[in-house]
């Protein structure tokens, strides 16, 4: 069965880090491209990241110098390092695995359960 | 940027309704286009990708169409469980989401 477990949020105070870590089953990380989306409370969702099989990373306007996906293939995990936390960073974060076809299309699925992050003093 | 128009932000229906989905991209995005629907307190669920191919397991009542700038998400007979949120993304460039699209009981 593939499947994505997500852990490491939190309640964090404006300008701190945390590392978000997300378990992978049934299929490894660097063979597909990884990607983190996030949701902040009651609102829609919001692509933050990815990491290409190849190692290649993107991020969002609105994380980028702020935030760093990685993956450790040996533990097949994926992780999002934040720093500089932001109140407005507040949400539900989401991995993901990339699926690709022939003619590039590409889609996420599954989906982990997501992990709250709560910026707040 | 690539913007998203999705349409409605809500919508009230009964069991046996058919409901009609619509996104609408500011460039052509040929059929770089999925549809997710989203349970409360429960993760995305991968509907439909490109467009139109129905995501394993999906069942057969929903259905994709369109390509270019206008897309459709068409439920032919909404059942109990259909109660949801509905998001379109475009995978052109980066990924963009829909506002969504909350379905619920009338």
């Known amino acids: 069965e593939v499947k994505l477990v997500e852990s490491g949020g939190g309640l964090i105070q404006p300008g701190g880090s945390l590392r978000l870590s997300c378990e992978a089953s049934g299929f490894t990380v660097n063979n597909n491209f990884m990607t983190w989306v996030r949701q902040a409370p009651g609102k829609g969702l919001e692509w933050v990241a990815v990491m290409y099989s190849g190692g290649s990373t993107y991020y969002a306007d609105s994380v980028r110098g702020r935030c760093a996906i990685s993956r450790n293939i040996l533990r097949n995990i994926l992780y999002l390092q934040m720093n500089s936390l932001r109140a407005e960073d507040t949400a539900v974060y989401y991995c993901?695995?990339?699926?690709?076809?022939?003619?590039?299309?590409?889609?996420?699925?599954?989906w982990g359960q997501g992990t709250l992050v709560t910026v707040s003093s | 940027d690539i913007q998203m128009t999705q349409s409605p932000s809500s919508l009230s229906a009964s069991v046996g309704d058919r409901v009609t989905i619509t996104c609408r991209t500011s460039q052509n995005i040929n059929n770089y286009l999925n549809w997710y629907q989203q349970k409360p307190g429960r993760a995305p669920n991968l509907l439909i990708f490109a467009a139109s191919s129905l995501q394993s397991g999906v069942p057969s009542r929903f259905s994709g169409s369109g390509s270019g700038t206008d897309f459709t998400l068409t439920i032919s007979s909404l059942q109990p469980e259909d109660y949801a949120t509905y998001y379109c993304?475009?995978?052109?460039?980066?990924?963009?989401f829909g506002q969504g699209t909350k379905v619920d009981i009338k």
């Open positions: 993901a695995r990339g699926m690709m076809d022939g003619d590039e299309n590409n889609w996420f699925d599954p």
């Open positions: 993304q475009q995978s052109y460039t980066s990924w963009t």
